[in-house]
Nanobody
Framework: VQLVESGGGLVQPGGSLRLSCAAS????????MMWYRQAPGKERELVAT????????TYADSVKGRFTISRDNGKSTVYLQMNSLKPEDTAVYYC???????????????WGQGTQVTVSS
C-alpha cells in the first residue's frame, strides 16, 4: 500500500499550488480521502475531505473558498487545489485514506509521507 504526495514547494502569498496524492495497493474508490496539514509546533489539522460514495466534500473554515479537493478514481489520485495562499498555510500536507469498518471488517487507514508547502515572500 502506498500514498505518494507531490506538488508541494515554495510559493509567494496569493499564489497557487496543486497537490496530488497517488494511491496504490488498495481499492481507492472504496475509501474516503482526506488532506491534513501540520505546521511546526502545531497539531495535525484536517483540511478537506472527499467521501468515496457520492463525493461529499467538507473543508476546514480556514481554507473554505480557497482550497478545492477532488478525486479521480480511474487514476486512484486525490488532488488539493490551493489558491490565494497565505503564510499561515505553510505546513507539511498529508493525504489520508480511510475506510470505516462494518460488521467484522475493521476500519482501515493509510497515510502518505507528506509534502512541504511554504508560503513566503
Amino acid at each position: 500500500v502506498q500514498l505518494v504526495e507531490s506538488g508541494g514547494g515554495l510559493v509567494q502569498p496569493g499564489g497557487s499550488l496543486r497537490l496530488s496524492c497517488a494511491a496504490s495497493g488498495f481499492t481507492f474508490s472504496s475509501y474516503d480521502m482526506m488532506w491534513y496539514r501540520q505546521a511546526p509546533g502545531k497539531e495535525r489539522e484536517l483540511v478537506a475531505t472527499k467521501t468515496s460514495a457520492g463525493g461529499s466534500t467538507t473543508y476546514a473554515d480556514s481554507v473554505k473558498g480557497r482550497f478545492t479537493i477532488s478525486r479521480d478514481n480511474g487514476k486512484s489520485t486525490v488532488y488539493l487545489q490551493m489558491n490565494s495562499l497565505k503564510p499561515e498555510d505553510t505546513a507539511v500536507y498529508y493525504c489520508n485514506a480511510v475506510r470505516i469498518g462494518y460488521g467484522l471488517r475493521p476500519s482501515t487507514s493509510y497515510w502518505g509521507q507528506g509534502t512541504q508547502v511554504t508560503v513566503s515572500s
